[in-house]
């Protein structure tokens, strides 16, 4: 288990622009040795600042965007077109702009190519096997209030998942109610995990997923209330913080 680092930055936007270089540079850096890089990418508020920051450095970067697969940690089961669709805003703000080939932006099927969610859940599971079954060089998550992340939430039935990439969610407490979520399991399989939060409202969630993982208040946080302690870095995990979201720590 890696010990976290915690980044703790002015605003949303000096968050954004610190993720998205560090991740420039892996890219950069998993490429120089060998490696096509795969990133889950996560949806959410603060993701689309950082999408739209990545897109602004990539300018400058010596990224080949012909050699990275990008995945997402999880999706709304959704039509395609439906703004609610993670991989909607990540493709206009990012993924289009940058030029990463189709065939190397693998999205969760939507309700346009599955009868059902556990149908998209179980055809994104076997995309993932067909390109080594995740191994992530960077997983990135956003966190809710409620320290879900992904699309796995308190007391819900998905986090017991196990033997699974993902997990087809019901009911979700946040809209839209059907989902596609990696699994502890699958997010578990990266070099890399980086919580990325922002805001006042996220800041008991940091708190307490934090305490939970380094122990600070003796116990150990039960990952069926603070989801967010279900998972850790393999090599690395970063909180990507602003100060608000800091602000019970
Ligand atoms: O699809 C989703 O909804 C997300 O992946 C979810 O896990 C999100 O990252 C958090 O809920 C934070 O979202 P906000 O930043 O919008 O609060």
Redesign the pocket.
């Known amino acids: 288990m890696s010990t976290p680092r915690i980044e703790v930055h002015d605003d949303d936007r000096a968050l954004a622009t610190a993720v998205a270089g560090e991740l420039l540079t892996r890219l950069v850096d998993a490429q120089a040795a060998g490696r096509v890089p795969h990133v889950a990418l ?6 689309e600042v950082v999408h739209g920051e990545i897109a602004r450095l990539a300018a400058s970067s010596e990224v080949d965007w012909t050699r990275v697969e990008l995945w ?5 089961f959704v039509e395609p077109g439906s703004p609610d669709r ?1 991989a909607g805003q990540a493709r206009a703000a990012f993924l289009d702009v940058v030029g990463v080939p189709a065939e190397h932006v693998h999205e969760v099927p939507t309700t346009a190519e599955c009868g059902t969610v556990e149908e998209a859940a179980t055809a994104y599971a076997e995309a993932l096997r067909a390109h080594g079954g995740g191994g992530f060089e960077v997983v990135m ?5 409620d320290a ?4 796995l939430f308190p007391g819900h039935p998905a986090l017991d998942t196990i033997d699974a990439l993902t997990v087809a969610v019901r009911d979700s407490p ?1 809209p839209p109610p059907e ?1 596609v979520s990696l699994t502890f399991e699958a997010l578990a399989a990266n070099r890399a995990l980086w919580f ?4 006042e ?2 800041a008991e969630a940091v708190a307490r997923a934090l305490a939970g993982r380094t122990g600070a208040g003796g116990e150990v946080a039960d990952v069926h209330d603070v989801p967010a302690v279900g998972v850790t870095g393999g090599e690395e995990t970063i909180w990507f913080l602003d100060r608000a979201s800091a602000s019970q720590l």
């Open positions: 996560t949806g959410g508020t603060i993701a997402w940690g999880d999706e709304r993670n998550l956003g966190l809710g209030p879900h992340i992904a699309s946040k989902r990325l939060v922002s805001g409202g996220k």
